[in-house]
T-cell receptor, first 109, second 115 residues
Framework: QKEVEQDPGPLSVPEGAIVSLNCTYS??????FMWYRQYSRKGPELLMY????GNKEDGRFTAQVDKSSKYISLFIRDSQPSDSATYLC?????????FGAGTRLTVKP | DTGVSQNPRHKITKRGQNVTFRCDPI?????LYWYRQTLGQGPEFLTY????????KSRLLSDRFSAERPKGSFSTLEIQRTEQGDSAMYLC?????????????FGPGTRLTVL
């Protein structure tokens, strides 16, 4: 079993839809949770970071962490074609970081 | 541009050759990380420096791989006797020491193709 599980998709939604992306993990030591966006052939770009359980909102993006269920989510409201990318969840407790495989999202105009 | 930079962006080499990649982190970031990413997968941790000290190495990092960070500034990743299985995107990231969250900022990557 991988430490971090993420459905690779692909996920296709119409413009304006609410997108829900999720990851589960097995290591209860993880304390810091991040979401990265990666465009094709580019390096990952940090979107959101949360510590422990709870919600965090930044514009159209909301990150949720449920440590009791070992489950994290990223919601994108009013999705735009420019949101089309691969979204990677990541988590850490010390020096290194563990990534999910990434969910490929396409937002159609 | 004050982001993480990596050179070269692309490298094509023949099997058995040695290659070296360079990463320049964000200025004043103490931590520097190397990852490998293959198609359809998330980045896999390879190694990590705090200043010039290499603090952690993944089991994925075979003896053919070596990384350095002289003077705690830029870093190099060398792969000796390349194999076709080494073909991947090699990503570098940096992080400021004061942030316990370990937020990492990635460079654009070096895409390696081994023929």
């Amino acid at each position: 079993q991988k430490e971090v599980e993420q459905d690779p998709g692909p996920l296709s939604v119409p413009e304006g839809a609410i997108v829900s992306l999720n990851c589960t993990y097995s290591n209860s030591a993880f304390q810091y949770f991040m979401w990265y966006r990666q465009y094709s052939r580019k390096g990952p770009e940090l979107l959101m970071y949360t510590y422990s359980s709870g919600n965090k909102e930044d514009g159209r993006f909301t990150a949720q962490v449920d440590k009791s269920s070992k489950y994290i989510s990223l919601f994108i409201r009013d999705s735009q074609p420019s949101d089309s990318a691969t979204y990677l969840c990541a988590m850490s407790f010390s020096g290194d970081m563990r990534f999910g495989a990434g969910t490929r999202l396409t937002v159609k105009p | 541009d004050t982001g993480v930079s990596q050179n070269p962006r692309h490298k094509i080499t023949k099997r058995g050759q040695n290659v070296t990649f360079r990463c320049d982190p964000i200025s004043e970031h103490n931590r520097l990380y190397w990852y490998r990413q293959t198609l359809g997968q998330g980045p896999e941790f390879l190694t990590y420096f705090q200043n010039e000290a290499q603090l952690e190495k993944s089991r994925l990092l075979s003896d053919r791989f070596s990384a350095e960070r002289p003077k705690g500034s830029f870093s190099t990743l060398e792969i000796q006797r390349t194999e076709q299985g080494d073909s991947a995107m090699y990503l570098c990231a940096s992080s400021p020491k004061i942030r316990v969250s370990n937020e990492q900022f990635f460079g654009p990557g070096t895409r390696l193709t081994v023929l």
